[in-house]
C-alpha cells in the first residue's frame, strides 16, 4: 500500500485512477441494486472521482509520504485518493 501526505499534513492511501475508477463502478453498480433503506445509509448518492480527495482539506496535492512524515502525522484516514506518480 502506498501512503502519500497533503500539503495539510494529513495521510491517505493512493490509488490510480484506474484503480478509483474500478472502485467506484463496483461500487455504484452495489449501490444501484439496493433497496432505499440501504442507499439512505451512504447518502442517496453513489459515488465518484470527486470523492477521492483529502478528507481534512477537501484538495488532492498530494505527494509520498516517507516513513518519518508517516510517523509525525497530524492525523491519517484510510480512505483512498487518486495519486497518479510523475516520473521525469
Known amino acids: 500500500m502506498k501512503h502519500v501526505i497533503c500539503k495539510c499534513g494529513w495521510v491517505s492511501f493512493a490509488l490510480t485512477k484506474q484503480e478509483a ?52 502525522i497530524w492525523g491519517c484516514t484510510i480512505n483512498p485518493v487518486v495519486y497518479e506518480e510523475v516520473v521525469e
Do not use: H, V
Open 21 to 72: 475508477e474500478t472502485e467506484i463502478q463496483r461500487f455504484n453498480t452495489w449501490f444501484d441494486n439496493q433497496p432505499y433503506k440501504t442507499r439512505e445509509m451512504y447518502g442517496n448518492r453513489r459515488s465518484s472521482l470527486s470523492e477521492y480527495l483529502c478528507l481534512r482539506c477537501g484538495k488532492g496535492d498530494f505527494k509520498p509520504a516517507s516513513q518519518e512524515e508517516i510517523a509525525k
